[in-house]
């Protein structure tokens, strides 16, 4: 999709890989449960409210300053996650959770508590994964956008994780695939996920 790697000037970039003990088919979920422990560890480590957009982002006064990447086989899921922690001069669309360089040490702090939030949410059942929480700190909802087939207005999201767009042939499911928010013209983008 022509996207680009840039690094900001401090910035965690940590994997994690596990067995989990959640079935297969709930797997779509772990995307949005790293971004809740992720949220968590902000706030506890930096004191950093962060918002989540649907479904792998993490945002800071509107700009991006983390993601989400997950891989799995048959035994293991690792997942990526990356945060801008200081950025003097970010690209458009970017930003860091610091706006004066916190040190090195924070990287390894926000990974551990990272790592512990997360694990400790996939230990519970699949059901308990954080649905309203993450439903509640996501600013796609409410929000015009558009996907592959169409576009409309973000209402919610499900128990299993899918976007819930209303669109003019009612409200459909989003499991997976790019979305561009702030827009209802597939192809024109002020943000993409």
Not at 103 to 111: E, R
Not at 157 to 168: F, K, P, S, Y
Not at 169 to 189: K, M, N, Q, W
Request: charged share 20%; net charge negative; with cysteine.
């Amino acid at each position: 999709m022509d996207r680009v790697w840039v690094e900001p000037d401090r910035g965690l970039f940590t994997s994690l890989a596990f067995a989990p003990v959640w079935p297969p088919e709930r797997y779509p979920l772990i995307p949005l449960v790293a971004g809740l422990a992720m949220r968590q560890a902000l706030d506890e480590t930096l004191g950093v409210g962060a918002d989540l957009r649907w479904p792998n982002d993490l945002m800071v006064g509107g700009g991006k300053v983390g993601g989400v990447l997950v891989e799995s086989t048959a035994e293991r899921v690792i997942v990526g996650c990356g945060i801008n922690l200081f950025w003097i001069d970010p690209v458009d669309g970017a930003a860091a959770v610091a706006m004066t360089d916190p040190g090195p040490s924070v990287a390894s702090d926000l990974a551990a508590g990272w790592a512990s939030r997360f694990l400790e949410r996939m230990t519970a059942t699949a059901d308990l994964w954080g649905h309203h929480e993450y439903e509640s700190a996501c600013v796609t909802v409410g929000r015009p956008v558009a996907y592959e087939r169409g576009s409309g207005i973000a209402v919610g999201i499900d128990a299993d994780g899918a976007l819930l767009v209303e669109t003019g042939e009612g409200v459909i499911a989003i499991h997976a695939g790019d979305i561009r928010v702030g827009t209802t013209l597939p192809d024109a983008t002020e943000e993409s996920s």
